[in-house]
Every structure is written in C-alpha cells, then in structure tokens.
C-alpha cells in the first residue's frame, strides 16, 4: 500500500536557525497536506499543496510539492519556540484517502 | 476550535472489553474520518463514513466498526480490546465524499487498555 516517509525524524534545533523536513510517497500523489500537532494536541491543518512544483509561502514556512509530485518539503526560516511540534504531510492518491506521513519532531530551544 | 468534538477525552479499559467513541462533526461537514494515533506515530485512517456510508477502510480488523447518524455525528467501536489499541483516536470532520480539503481534527479520546 501507499507509504508516506518522512526525515528527518527528529529535530533539535536553537531558535533562529532554519528547520526543514522532507515527506516522500511510494507513490505519485493528487495532492499534499501539512499539518501541525503541538504536543498534546491535535493535528492542525496548515496547507494543501496540488500542483506539481508548487511552492506557497506563510509568513517564515515555506512549502514545496515535487514536480513528480512524490515529495515534498516544509522549510521554517528563523525558527520561534511557537515553532515546536510535530509536523506531518499527508497524501493522496486518486480517491484515495489521506495517508499521514511518519512526522518529524522539533524542538526550538530558546 | 475547530468545532469538532470528541468524547471522552480519557478512559481506561481492560483486554476483551469494549469501547464507544463519539464524535460530533463542524457544523455543515457531512464526511467523518477516523485515525488511530499510537504514541510518537503519525495517524492512521480506519474508516471514513459519508452521509451515513461507509465510504472507505483503512488496515483494521473488523472488530473495529462504525456509524454515522443523520445529524452527521459519529461513532467508532472497538471489540475485543487489545493491548496493542491503546492510543489516541482522532475524529475528522470535512465536507464531500471525496477529500478534496482540509481535515478539521477533534482533541481526541485516549485510550488505555490495561
């Protein structure tokens, strides 16, 4: 079945440096999603990516859908300690239905 | 707020019992999704029930079953716990059979099974 990986798994980083974290398909996607989930939280949607290279900007996160449309990829600039969670893509193929990517932990130390 | 929720927030089972979730979905969203959190992974979908349908399945086994009722709220049931079931359980709501949005996420029901 369709699997979604992302790396890096974990994340530390000090407040004010970038973070990045990659999401890969096994297969070719109609669309993409990011969500947040703040620890102890709930996923919270933050995007949906469709068309093949596209990149769309909020405020310091910028997003990325590859143009074989199996990756993708989330870049914080300046990172806040407001940043800290955990961050998931989620694709979809056809009619599919949403597939979670395996999340990538940050931690922003002040 | 996303206008969806979810109750209850904690419980506590043992192994073979059985547990009811409920779910009541942001006003006007007539599609609800289920997701099974364990502990540091991502969701997992379970089902997905549409205008009282089910409307897709995920890898569960058929102890764990579903209803949507006409106001669009939602439950999730699970048979014959298992240890392996303790986790949080999400509920979506959206609006259309086919996901073509965003997902608007509950806080959850977390469960423990002892």
């Known amino acids: 079945g369709q699997q979604v990986m992302q790396i890096p798994q974990y994340q530390h980083v000090q407040e004010g440096e970038d973070f990045t974290t990659y999401c890969n398909s096994s297969t070719t996607l109609s669309n993409i999603q990011w969500y947040k989930q703040r620890p102890g939280g709930h996923p919270v949607f933050l995007i949906q990516?469709?068309?093949?290279?596209e990149v769309k900007k909020q405020k310091r996160l910028t997003f990325q859908f590859g143009e074989a449309k199996k990756n993708s990829s989330l870049h914080i600039t300046a990172t806040q300690t407001t940043d800290v969670g955990t961050y998931f893509c989620?694709?979809?193929?056809?009619?599919?239905?949403?597939?979670f990517g395996t999340g990538t932990r940050l931690l922003v130390s002040p | 707020e996303t206008g969806v929720t979810q109750s209850p927030t904690h419980l506590i089972k043992t192994r073979g019992q059985q547990v009811t979730l409920r779910c009541s979905s942001q006003s006007g969203h007539n599609t609800v999704s289920w997701y099974q959190q364990a502990l540091g992974q991502g969701p997992q979908f379970i089902f997905q029930y549409y205008r009282e349908e089910e409307n897709g399945r995920g890898n569960f086994p058929p102890r764990f079953s579903g209803l949507q009722f006409p106001n669009y709220s939602s439950e999730l049931n699970v048979n014959a716990l298992e240890l392996d079931d303790s986790a949080l359980y999400l509920c979506a709501s959206s609006l259309g059979q086919v996901n073509t949005g965003e997902l608007f996420f509950g806080e959850g029901s977390r469960l423990t099974v002892l």
């Open positions: 990516l469709v068309k093949s290279g």
């Open positions: 989620a694709g979809k193929t056809g009619f599919q239905k949403l597939v």
